[in-house]
């Protein structure tokens, strides 16, 4: 198996400043990307795989060097760096420039900077579902949701107020589960990467982490909780003990 796990990261960020450079319990954000894809190389060494930085920051660059030198450098394009530019065209241009053709990697995997609670068991998990499904063009990760909207979540249009999705149950368990996409971890085929600007075009698969409460870091507060949560995090979890340590 050939992979090409992908990093991507611009300078600007409107939501907290410089996200990509944030530091976690004094380890980079990340090199827990980095610390992860190391361990999966060390527990799957059948696997090849390279790793792809996608930034227009000079400190990022800098940073990810200082943790590992053999990363590979795509400079994001004026073009991909604005705030509407969506994942996968960036993830796509990454692919592009690091492979020779179509057929270089089984599969393209990018790991999300600032969702750095990720274990080895939820890489593996990710790879081999993946791998052992090939008829799904793309897996991403996902978390049980918080709300439902067949049942308690509404919307406003106008001065009318109503349920997302219409629906006579009036109990949550009789709703069907829904579950929040992460942004921690995609898997894409090649082919579905370079003709498909829409996850939801292809197949798709998913698998489940636990929910961490604060996952993707969006903001001042998401990183002042995470901060706040993450020695427990660590206490009760060896996993992501591991990738702390790496």
Known sequence: MNILFTICGRAGSKGLANKNLKKLANKPLVGYALSLI????????????????????????????????????????????????????????TFINLSENKDSYDFIIDLDITSPLRTLCDLENLVYSHSNNQDKDVYFSVVPSRRNPYFNMVKEVGDKVSIVNKSTFTA????????????????????????????????????????????????EEDFEWLNFLFPKFLEDSHELLKVYKN
Do not use: W
């Open 38 to 93: 190391n361990l999966f190389g060390e527990a799957n060494p059948a696997v090849n795989y390279e790793i792809g930085l996608n930034t227009d920051s000079e400190a990022l660059i800098n940073l990810v060097e200082s943790i590992n030198e053999n990363v590979k450098l795509v400079q994001r394009k004026p073009e991909l760096a604005t705030d509407v530019v969506g994942k996968i065209e960036v993830i796509r241009d």
């Open 172 to 219: 949550r368990q009789q709703a069907p589960r829904v579950f929040d996409m992460n942004a921690s971890m995609y898997s894409f085929k090649p082919d579905f990467l370079l003709n498909s600007h829409y996850i939801f075009s292809g197949e798709v698969g998913m698998i489940q982490m636990k929910d961490y409460l604060i996952l993707d870091i969006d903001s």
